[in-house]
């Protein structure tokens, strides 16, 4: 083997591990972020319709307590992701003033509430936070 065979090699080799690191360590926070934050949105469509029948009759029903729970879950996975994701797209959020952290804090308390007034309020500040363009909630 000559020495442009293994430079090629060790070119290859290194740009593949580097690779790697960009899409394990960079895009991979980036789209779990973009998808749990995606996913709030589809919740709060979804899970609309609860909020209005809970309004309606003022009781619990199966549907309001599962989205209790999906505002949980996405509240939690929102506050996990945050320390994994790249120091540079923690800028672009800022610069875009875009808070997971305190949107996962809203969704918490959207989902500890009881009240569809205060539910509202929850959803209008998880949205400003998320920068979320839902109109159908």
Known sequence: MNWAQFSITLLSIAAG???????????QPVLRY???KYRVAADLVYFANALELQKQNGSLRE????????????????R?????LPLWYRCV???????????SKELIGLANSSE?????????CVKINLKLTVRDT
Do not use: H
């Open 116 to 124: 569809w007034r205060d539910a509202e309020e929850f959803i209008k």
């Open 80 to 84: 996990a992701i945050y320390s994994d």
């Open 93 to 103: 959020l800022n610069w875009r003033n875009e808070k997971p952290l305190e949107a």
């Open 63 to 78: 549907d309001t307590l599962q989205r209790k729970e999906n505002n949980r879950r996405c509240a939690s996975e929102l």
């Open 17 to 27: 591990a580097l690779g790697y690191l960009i899409v394990t360590f960079w895009v």
């Open 34 to 36: 973009r998808d749990i």
